[in-house]
T-cell receptor
Framework: GIQVEQSPPDLILQEGANSTLRCNFSDSVNNLQWFHQNPWGQLINLFYIPSGTKQNGRLSATTVATERYSLLYISSSQTTDSGVYFC????????????FGDGTTLTVKP | GAGVSQSPSNKVTEKGKDVELRCDPISGHTALYWYRQSLGQGLEFLIYFQGNSAPDKSGLPSDRFSAERTGGSVSTLTIQRTQQEDSAVYLC?????????????FGPGTRLLVL
C-alpha cells in the first residue's frame, strides 16, 4: 500500500516562530488532507489540498503532486498551535481507505 | 449543524466482554469511517462505508471486530471478546462531497480501556 512519511517527528518552537512540516507519499494520490489533533484529542480539518496552494490565516499548505510531497507552513506560531499535525492521503475518487502519516508533534513554548 | 458525535465518551470493560461503540455522522454525509488510535500513535484505518456500497473492511484487525451502518446514517462498531490490546481511542469520521472536495470530519472519539 501507499506509504506516508511525515517530518520532523517532533518540533519545539518559541512563540512567534515560523515552521514547515513535510509530508511525503509514495504514490500518486487525488486526496490529501492536513489535520491538527489538539491536546484533548480532537482532530480538526485544516486543509483539503491534493494539489496547489491554499492559505487560511497563519496557516498555508502546498502540495506538489508530481513530486509526491506536501508542506504545511505555520507562521507566527502560538501556544494554541501545539498538538499533533497529521497528513492523510487517499487514492481513487471513491476509494475509502485513507492512509495517515505518523504525525508531527509540535510544542510551542510561551 | 451538529458535528460528528460518538458514544460513549469513555468505556472501561473487562477482558472477554463485548462492547458496542456508536457514531452519529453529520446529516447528509455520504461516507463514514472508523479508525483506531493507540496511545501516542497515528490513526489506523478500520472500515469505510459509502452509501449503499459494500463496506471496505480491509482494516479490521480480526474477526472479533465488526461494524454496521443502518439506514445510511448511524454506525455501530462491535468488538467481541475484548482483549487488552484493543485498548485505544476509536474515532469516527464522516465525509461530504462538495465539488471535488472530500473532507473528513472527525468525532471526539471513544476511549476504550480493557482491563
Amino acid at each position: 500500500g501507499i506509504q506516508v512519511e511525515q517530518s520532523p517527528p517532533d518540533l519545539i518552537l518559541q512563540e512567534g516562530a515560523n515552521s514547515t512540516l513535510r509530508c511525503n507519499f509514495s504514490d500518486s494520490v487525488n486526496n490529501l488532507q492536513w489535520f491538527h489533533q489538539n491536546p484533548w484529542g480532537q482532530l480538526i480539518n485544516l486543509f483539503y489540498i491534493p494539489s496547489g496552494t491554499k492559505q487560511n490565516g497563519r496557516l498555508s499548505a502546498t502540495t506538489v503532486a508530481t513530486e509526491r510531497y506536501s508542506l504545511l507552513y505555520i507562521s507566527s506560531s502560538q501556544t494554541t498551535d501545539s498538538g499533533v499535525y497529521f497528513c492523510a492521503v487517499l487514492r481513487g475518487t471513491n476509494a475509502g481507505k485513507s492512509t495517515f502519516g505518523d504525525g508531527t508533534t509540535l510544542t510551542v513554548k510561551p | 449543524g451538529a458535528g460528528v458525535s460518538q458514544s460513549p465518551s469513555n468505556k472501561v470493560t473487562e477482558k472477554g466482554k463485548d462492547v458496542e461503540l456508536r457514531c452519529d455522522p453529520i446529516s447528509g454525509h455520504t461516507a463514514l469511517y472508523w479508525y483506531r488510535q493507540s496511545l501516542g500513535q497515528g490513526l489506523e484505518f478500520l472500515i469505510y462505508f459509502q452509501g449503499n456500497s459494500a463496506p471496505d473492511k480491509s482494516g479490521l484487525p480480526s474477526d472479533r471486530f465488526s461494524a454496521e451502518r443502518t439506514g445510511g446514517s448511524v454506525s455501530t462498531l462491535t468488538i467481541q471478546r475484548t482483549q487488552q490490546e484493543d485498548s485505544a481511542v476509536y474515532l469516527c469520521a464522516s465525509r461530504r462531497r462538495s465539488g471535488r472536495s472530500e473532507t473528513q470530519y472527525f468525532g471526539p472519539g471513544t476511549r476504550l480501556l480493557v482491563l
